[in-house]
Every structure is written in C-alpha cells, then in structure tokens.
C-alpha cells in the first residue's frame, strides 16, 4: 500500500515540525528491515520468474499453516479493541477474510501440488510472537505486532508486481491474485486502527508499539527466506 509509505523528512529548524502519525515513525524505524526483505533471493526470484518451484511450494506450505491460525489470532486481536467498530472490523477479517484466503490457497495447492508440511521454526517462531503480544492484553501492543502482517506483506506484493516481468514468469498468477485494492483499503483501515491506538496511550507505550513493528516485520523478513532464520536472538528486538 504504497501512498502509506511516510517519505523522508528534511529538517526545517526554522518552522515547527508537523505531528507525524505513529504508522510513519514506525515504518521509518523498519526501513532497514524493509530494504532487507526487498533485497531477498526469493522476492527477486519471484520478480524475475526464476525462484525455484520448490522454495516456492515450501513457501506455500509455511503460508497455509499460518493461515490456520490467522482466524483465531483475528479473534483475539478483536476482544482487544476497544470501540465496537473496531471489534467488528476483526471478526469480520477472522470470517470472512479466511474463508476467501482458503479457497484461493486450495486453488494455488491444486496448481502447484503442495502438500501439508510440518512448521518450520520460522513460522513457529513467528506465530508464538504474536501470540505473546495478543496475550499480553494490551490491544496496542498486540496491533503494532500485528500490523506487518497486513502493511508490509501488502507493500511487498506491490512491490513484486511493479518490478515483475511479463505474463510468461511463471508466478505471474499468485501475484496478480494478491495485487487487490480490497486488501489495500483492509490495509488503510488497520493502520488507522493502530494510530487511534497509538494516540490514545503514552509515548513509552507508543515507543514499544515501534520496536514490536520492527521485530514483527524482521518475522516478516524470514518467514520468507527460512533458512536465514537463526534464531529469536538474530531478530531486531
């Protein structure tokens, strides 16, 4: 979703500065891990249309796991929040976002063969870090870790499409499935909810949404490349 992207700022000592809104200082705070998740061998395999079909069918395998438990982790995410709108915006996501996920996963197994896979400790580590910040109770918390897997999973898909050769690359659907303006405006709406969060509580609050954003999209990072994945410890924290 790309118009969230905050640009950099250039100082104006001369004039006050605008308030930025929290989802701009923590993309900035991630703009390393971004620049990471970009430069992986499997982003550019799949642009170029030369990754080869078994990283991308383990990546597949990795990718309905998680979607196991995506519904559950949309529930909790939703007993978080506090207005009624944004409840609903999360259990809405936990029905009927999963429903249309697990269909088009059915779909890309039949095309690509996939078969069920144990986790890898990527993707177990990454689920049992969300799941922290959701039982932590605090809806800002549990958000910020949260939010990478709407704002930079989408920004990635963009970001592949743009640079993506023509219809012959053989990933071609897969990308052009996940290229949606639904998910773009599902993407606006969440990081909105994350700022009203965000402005609500305190700046130490606010400072440990930024470094769970971080981490999170360093999860990001490996759950797509999984054999980067070196332990918790390796992870910006």
């Not at 290229?179 to 909810?193: L, R």
Request: charged share 20%; hydrophobic share 45%.
């Amino acid at each position: 979703f790309i118009s969230n992207r905050p640009a950099p700022i250039t100082p104006q000592p001369s004039h006050p500065q605008p308030v930025r809104r929290w989802s701009e200082t923590a993309w900035q705070a991630a703009a390393g891990e971004w620049e990471r998740l970009c430069r992986l061998p499997f982003v550019t395999g799949l642009m170029q249309g030369t990754l080869p079909e078994a990283r991308f069918v383990r990546y597949l395998q990795q990718d309905m796991i998680y979607l196991r438990h995506y519904s559950e982790e949309m529930q909790l995410l939703a007993a978080l929040m506090p207005t009624a709108p944004m409840r609903r915006f999360f259990s809405d996501l936990a029905t009927e976002g999963v429903a249309a996920e697990d269909e088009l996963h059915r779909l890309l197994a039949g095309r690509w063969q996939v078969k069920p896979a144990p986790p890898l400790p990527a993707t177990t580590g990454y689920l049992a870090f969300t799941r922290r910040q959701l039982e932590s109770g605090s809806a800002p918390l549990a958000m910020a870790a949260l939010l990478p897997c709407f704002w930079v999973y989408n920004e990635l898909v963009h970001y592949i499409a743009a640079g993506a050769t023509t219809a012959s690359n053989p990933y071609r659907a897969w990308i052009d499935t996940y290229e949606s303006e639904e998910m773009d405006h599902v993407v606006e709406h969440a990081i909105d909810v994350a700022d009203t969060l965000a402005e609500s509580t305190d700046e130490a609050t606010r400072e440990a949404m930024r470094r769970l954003f971080v981490t999170a999209t360093a999860w990001e990072r490996v759950f797509f490349e999984p054999d980067s994945f070196t332990g918790e410890a390796g992870l910006a924290l």
